[in-house]
């Protein structure tokens, strides 16, 4: 049986993401309707991402009061076009995405930030 949860298909293209980080009130984990906020947009930039075929929404971290978000795809503008609305309709600031082209650690690739 194939475990399709931990398999990626070969796609030959690089994975590109998209970085997502909003501050949270105080330094831990912020408030519960802070992290609401940020389920519910991820929830949307999943389905959205999906819907639109252009990667994977693929979890979060949490914690020293901030929360990220990362989203993976062979094209990392189109992903980021995607999820960008959502992105900015979250409240949480300061906030920032950083759009990673190429492979991580890919000294060709190009790393830039858009300011949320």
């Known amino acids: 049986m194939e475990n399709v949860l931990c398999e990626r298909p070969e796609s030959?293209?690089?994975?590109?993401a998209v970085i997502a980080h909003f501050r949270l009130g105080g330094e831990g984990f912020g408030g519960p309707g802070e992290r609401a906020r940020f389920f519910d947009a991820e929830r949307a930039m999943s389905a959205a991402v999906e819907a639109a075929g252009v990667g994977e929404v693929d979890g979060n971290e949490f914690g020293g009061g901030e929360a990220v978000l990362y989203a993976y795809g062979p094209d990392a503008d189109a992903l980021f076009k995607v999820m960008e609305p959502a992105l900015?309709?979250?409240?949480?600031?300061?906030a920032y995405?950083?759009?990673r082209r190429g492979e991580a650690g890919d000294a060709e690739g190009l790393v830039s930030r858009v300011d949320l």
């Open 12 to 16: 030959g293209a690089p994975e590109q």
């Open 88 to 94: 900015r309709e979250l409240p949480l600031r300061p």
């Open 97 to 99: 995405v950083v759009i």
